[in-house]
C-alpha cells in the first residue's frame, strides 16, 4: 500500500466524519422542533409535522439524495454533492430522531407536566426543565443508533459522486491498485473504527443523563 | 413533470418496481430464516458459534449496507463464488436485516414467561414442540410490527442494490435518465413509486401498534 | 374413577438432595419418601424451600448432591448436567409426573381444548378422537365442560387453575405435585380449586405433593404434613399432630404468626 493511497483513504475517512457530524447538526434542531410540533395544540402544525416525518421515512436516505442530486440542479439549484448529502443526510435523519424525541415525552408519566401546571410553570418551561430532561435518558439509546445510521447512510453519498471514504476505497479496489479483499475488509474495518466514538459516546451520555434520575424513576 | 415521457416509460419502471419487490421479499425470507437462527444461537448461547455470532452482528450493524453488499459483490468471485447481481444483492439485504429481526425475535422470545417452558417440560413436551406450538405463537405476534418496520427498510434500502448494476426501482430509473435527460420527471415518479408502497405500510403498522399496546394495557 | 390415574406407581423418594444456588444453600440434604397414594402436605415459611423441592423433583432444577427416585426410576442426582432431552427411561418416568403451578402457565395462545390434547396427543400418541374425549371427561370433572373453546385469557384465575389441573390429570400421572395452586387467586375463587383438589383425593389413589399455606385444607387432604424451614425438614407427621400440636417450636412459632393473621 504506498503513500498516496493510505493518504486517500485517510482523506476519505475525514470527509466521511464530516457528513456524518454535518448531517447531525442538521438534524438535532430539526428532529427537536418537529417532535415538538408533533405534539403540538394546533391540528394544523401536527399534520404538517407527521406529513414531513411520513414523507421521510417513506423513502430512504439513497433515493432523496438522488432526487436532490439530479433533480434541484433541473429546478436551477446548485448545490455541491458534499452539501447536498449531509443536508439530505440530515433533514432524513431527522424524520426518525423526531420519532424518537416524541416517544421519550410520551413516557414521561403525566403527572409530571400536570405538578409543573399546577405550579404555575409556563408549558414552555415545563417542556424544558422538567419534561425534556427527564425525556433525555430514555431517547438516548435510540437516538445513539439514528447516529450510527447516520454514519451508515453516510457512505451512500459516494454514488453521488462525493470522496467519502467508501468512494477512495471501492476506486483503489476497482482499478486493480488495492487487492479486493484487502480493500473491501479495509472498508469495512474503518467504518467500525468510526462507528466507536459514537458509540462511546453515547454510552457516556446514557451514564450521566442517568446518575440522578436512577433512583426516582 | 413530463408526463407524456412517463408515459412513455411506465412499464419499464413497473418492471423495476417489481424487481424491488422480488429482492425485498426474497431478502426478507432470509432476514427471517436466518435471524430466527441467530436468535437461537444467542439464547442458548451456543459455544463458539455464539461468539462468531456476536462479532458478525456487530460488524454488520456497524458497517455500511453498501459495504457490505460491495464487499460481497467483489471479494467472492476471488474465492470462487460466482453470483449474479441480484443474488449477491439479495443476500447482503437478507444478511444485513437479519440481524436486526434476530434482535427482535430474541425480545419475543425473552417475552415468553419461564413458566411456559417449565409447563411444556412438566407435560413432557419436546424442545421441537415447545418452540413451534408454544413459545413461538407467544413470541412472534407482538414482534409484528416490529418485523413489518424491518420489511419497509428493506424495501426502501433495496435501493442500494442499484450500485451493483442490479435495475431494481432506483437503477431503472438511473438507466431511463442517462439517455432522456428527465431527471426531474424520472426520478419525482420513482419517489412516488417508493412512497405509493411504503406510505401505506408503514401507516398500518402505526395502527397494528396501537391495537397490540392498547391490548396490552388492557390485559 | 379408578382410569383418572396409573396405579403402577411406587410413589417419590428422595435421599440426601442438597440444591444450592452459588454458595447459597436452598435444600441442605433433604430425605423425603412418599409412597404411591399418600397425600403428603408441605408447610413451612416462605423461602424454605418448598417450591424448590417440588421443582427438583420435576426435573426444573438441577440437584448437587443426593439422588431423587420417581416410580423407581432415578431421574435426578448430583453433577448430573440437566441440557438436552432426559435419558428414555427417565422420560418415561416423568411422563407419571404432574406439577400444577402457582401460575397457572396455561398456554395463552392455545383453547382450554387444545391446552388439555396437545401432551396425551404428542407426548403419549394418543389419537385426536381419544384425547378429546379424555379432555372433556376431565373439563367435565373440573366443573368447566362449557369451556373447552374458551381461552385462557377469557377465564377467570380460579378457573384457569382448574383447567391447568385437569390439564396435568390429561397425561394421567400417578404423582401431582401442586404448589401454591391458590396463592395467586383472589380470595373469592379459592375455594372452587381446593374443591377439585379434595374431590381428585377422594376418588384417585395417585400420590400427591401439596405445598399450601391453607392449613385447613391440608388437614382435610392429607395424610401426613411436613414442615419445612431453612432447606431442611423440621417436623412431620399426621396432620392433626403437626397442626394442632406441634412439637417443635419452630413449627409452633409458625403455626401462631399464620394464625394472627
Ligand atoms: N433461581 C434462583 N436463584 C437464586 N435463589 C433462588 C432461586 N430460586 C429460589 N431461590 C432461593 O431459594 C430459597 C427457597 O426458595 P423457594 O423454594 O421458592 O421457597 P418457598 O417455596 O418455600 O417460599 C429462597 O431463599 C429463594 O430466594
Ligand atoms: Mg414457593
Known sequence: ?217 | ?219 | MTELVNDRGSGISLAGVTKRYGDHVVLDGIDLEVPAGERVSLIGPSGSGKTTVLRCIARLEAIQSGSITVEGTEVARRTEKRTGPPAADVAAAMRGVGMVFQQFNLFPNMSVMDNLTIAPTRVLGLGAEEARARAEGLLELVGLAAKARAYPSQLSGGQQQRVAIARALAMRPSVLLFDEVTSALDPELVGEVLEVIRGLAAASDVTMLIVTHEMQFARDVSDRVIYMEGGSVVEQGPPDAVLADPADERTQRFLRRLLDH
Open chain 2, 1 to 219: 413533470m413530463n408526463l407524456d415521457y412517463l408515459a412513455s416509460v411506465d412499464g419499464v419502471l413497473l418492471d423495476g418496481l417489481r424487481l424491488t419487490v422480488v429482492a425485498t421479499l426474497l431478502g426478507a425470507a432470509i432476514a427471517l430464516v436466518l435471524g430466527l437462527l441467530i436468535a437461537c444461537v444467542q439464547l442458548a448461547r451456543v459455544p463458539v458459534l455464539f461468539q462468531a455470532i456476536t462479532v458478525l452482528v456487530i460488524v454488520i450493524r456497524n458497517t455500511p449496507l453498501l459495504g457490505q453488499l460491495f464487499f460481497m459483490f467483489y471479494v467472492l468471485p476471488r474465492y470462487g463464488i460466482r453470483l449474479d447481481a441480484l443474488t449477491v444483492g439479495v443476500l447482503a439485504l437478507g444478511v444485513h436485516f437479519s440481524c436486526y429481526a434476530a434482535q427482535a425475535l430474541r425480545g419475543g422470545f425473552l417475552a415468553v414467561p419461564r413458566g411456559q417452558w417449565e409447563a411444556c417440560s412438566v407435560l413432557g413436551l419436546s424442545r421441537t414442540t415447545t418452540l413451534w406450538k408454544v413459545v413461538l405463537p407467544q413470541a412472534l405476534p407482538p414482534v409484528v410490527p416490529t418485523l413489518t418496520n424491518l420489511l419497509i427498510s428493506m424495501f426502501k434500502d433495496s435501493a442500494v442494490l442499484s450500485a451493483i448494476t442490479v435495475l431494481e426501482l432506483l437503477g431503472t430509473t438511473r438507466n431511463l435518465a442517462s439517455t432522456s435527460f428527465q431527471y426531474t420527471t424520472l426520478f419525482t415518479a420513482m419517489g412516488l413509486m417508493y412512497l405509493a408502497i411504503a406510505l401505506p405500510a408503514s401507516l398500518a403498522v402505526r395502527r397494528l401498534e396501537h391495537r397490540l399496546s392498547r391490548r396490552t394495557a388492557r390485559a
Open chain 1, 1 to 217: 500500500m504506498n503513500e498516496v493511497v493510505v493518504r486517500s483513504m485517510l482523506d476519505g475517512a475525514l470527509v466521511t466524519t464530516e457528513v456524518v457530524v454535518l448531517a447531525l447538526a442538521v438534524a438535532s434542531p430539526l428532529a427537536l422542533t418537529v417532535a415538538l410540533a408533533r405534539g403540538s395544540r394546533f391540528r394544523l402544525v401536527r399534520a404538517i409535522a407527521l406529513t414531513y416525518v411520513e414523507f421521510l421515512r417513506g423513502t430512504s436516505a439513497l433515493v432523496q439524495l438522488f432526487w436532490v442530486y439530479f433533480v434541484l440542479p433541473e429546478l436551477g439549484a446548485t448545490i455541491s454533492s458534499f452539501v447536498a448529502g449531509f443536508v439530505v443526510l440530515g433533514v432524513n435523519a431527522s424524520a426518525y430522531a423526531a420519532e424518537i424525541i416524541r416517544g421519550a415525552i410520551q413516557a414521561v408519566p403525566a403527572a409530571q407536566s400536570e405538578a409543573a401546571q399546577v405550579m404555575g410553570l409556563s408549558t414552555a418551561t415545563t417542556m424544558r426543565r422538567v419534561i425534556l430532561p427527564q425525556a433525555w435518558p430514555i431517547m438516548l439509546p435510540a437516538l445513539g443508533n439514528v447516529a450510527i445510521d447516520v454514519l451508515k447512510a453516510s457512505a451512500l453519498v459516494s454514488l453521488i459522486t462525493v470522496s467519502d471514504f467508501t468512494r477512495e476505497l471501492t476506486q483503489w479496489a476497482t482499478t486493480g491498485v488495492l487487492d479486493v479483499t484487502l480493500a473491501f475488509t479495509l472498508l469495512l474495518a474503518g467504518y467500525l473504527v468510526l462507528s466507536l466514538p459514537i458509540t462511546w459516546l453515547g454510552h457516556l451520555l446514557e451514564k450521566r443523563s442517568r446518575r440522578h434520575l436512577g433512583a426516582v424513576a
